[in-house]
């Protein structure tokens, strides 16, 4: 069975920082593309940013240069470092794990989300 377990969301003060993890069972984890995605209320869901299974990474312009996104293969995990968080950062984060296999299948899997909530 696999399973996206996001956690290490929370309340903080604008400015602050949190670090979100996505822990990883069932799949080939080093294989996957992780992306952090976001959804606010009564907004779309958006690409936060993105790693693949070599460890290029890939931002949204509105969180470059404050949030990192890595991996530990080891530990089936990536983190999204979120620094100076913005009010506008507020929304439930999640995971998906994504890849295409050799004959061309898509194979994704999403979290059940975290929340995150920036007080101004």
């Known amino acids: 069975q696999v399973q996206l377990v996001e956690s290490g969301g929370g309340l903080v003060q604008a400015g602050g920082s949190l670090r979100l993890s996505c822990a990883a069972s069932?799949?080939?984890?080093?294989?996957?593309?992780i992306g952090w995605y976001r959804q606010a209320p009564g907004k779309e869901r958006e690409l936060v940013a993105t790693i693949s299974s070599s460890s290029s990474t890939n931002y949204a312009d509105s969180v470059k240069g404050r949030f990192t996104i890595s991996r530990d293969n080891a530990k089936n995990t990536v983190y999204l470092q979120m620094n100076s968080l913005k009010f506008e950062d507020t929304a439930v984060y999640y995971c998906?794990?994504?890849?295409?296999?050799?004959?061309?299948?898509?194979?994704?899997?999403w979290g059940q989300g975290t929340q995150v909530t920036v007080s101004s």
């Open positions: 998906k794990a994504e890849r295409t296999t050799s004959d061309g299948r898509r194979i994704l899997y």
């Open positions: 069932g799949i080939a984890f080093s294989l996957y593309t």
